[in-house]
DNA sequence: AACGCGTTCAACCGCCGATTG
DNA sequence: GCAATCGGCGGTTGAACGCGT
């Protein structure tokens, strides 16, 4: 029997680092052939010498059929908005919904989003030591001016938001009680808010701070 | 053209819960 | 009931790439 996951990688001596086009081959017949799961028997059968958890991540964030490569589109990036406002860092709960789209590059996604952000406001702090006191009423004059607009968008962000909270809970409840088709509904009530967002702000990029759910 | 810096993304690591014997 | 094993998840890393100077 192999030897712990993960664990026992190093012992292992199993292949690391970028998959070549013939390992993506041998995986892609081996799922073809006995489907998804089974991953630590993948490295016995066909011959690929990577741990299971690596074949299995290869399959899921790269070979799967059916996955989406190029720009997260401005719908899915409001879904990954609202979504994350819910559950926080439940990647894979939000990547179901996003059909095509993975737990890690969601991930990746939010991460240079917020990462970027992150650092303009650094920036932002740093440039406020260096400039002169007259410049800094300005800016400050134009801050207060930003902080009332966004004050009025947190206040809608924030209905909107315990709204969001009952209708999951009220969609958790019911899928608990009926049946799982109730996701497919809150997904596309979760489109449909992206889209009332849009309507009503052009963009969503200032709620960025919404209160972890 | 060369260099440095920032960004992106594939892949790994460690942990945890579920399953199995 | 318990330990071993497995699969899945979130966090992190590092190579590749693009862009500005």
């Known amino acids: 029997m192999v030897a712990m996951m993960g664990r026992g990688i190093a012992e292992q001596g199993w292949r690391k680092g970028p998959w070549t086009p013939e390992e993506d081959k041998l995986l892609s017949e081996y799922v073809s052939l006995n489907g998804e799961g089974r991953w630590s028997s993948v490295s016995r059968c066909s011959g690929l010498n990577r741990s299971g958890k690596s074949c299995r991540l290869r399959w899921v964030n790269y070979l799967r059929p059916g996955l989406k490569r190029g720009q997260i589109t401005p719908q899915e990036e409001g879904i990954i908005i609202e979504l994350h406002a819910l559950w926080g860092n439940k990647w894979s709960a939000i990547a179901r919904y996003l059909p095509g789209r993975t737990d890690n590059e969601i991930k990746n996604?939010?991460?240079?989003?917020?990462?970027?952000?992150?650092?303009?406001?650094?920036?932002?702090?740093?440039?406020?030591?260096?400039?002169?006191k007259q410049e800094v009423q300005n800016q400050q004059q134009q801050q207060q001016l930003e902080a009332s607009e966004m004050k009025m968008v947190n206040t809608i962000?924030?209905?909107?938001?315990?709204?969001?909270?009952?209708?999951?809970s009220m969609y958790h409840n019911m899928e608990d009680q009926c049946s799982p088709v109730m996701t497919q509904d809150f997904a596309s009530w979760a489109d449909y808010v992206v889209e009332d967002y849009y309507g009503l702000w052009g963009g969503l990029w200032n709620l960025d701070d919404h209160p972890q759910g």
């Open 109 to 132: 996604y939010w991460r240079t989003h917020f990462k970027k952000k992150d650092k303009s406001s650094q920036k932002q702090e740093k440039r406020k030591a260096l400039i002169p």
């Open 157 to 168: 962000d924030h209905v909107k938001m315990h709204e969001a909270q009952e209708m999951y």
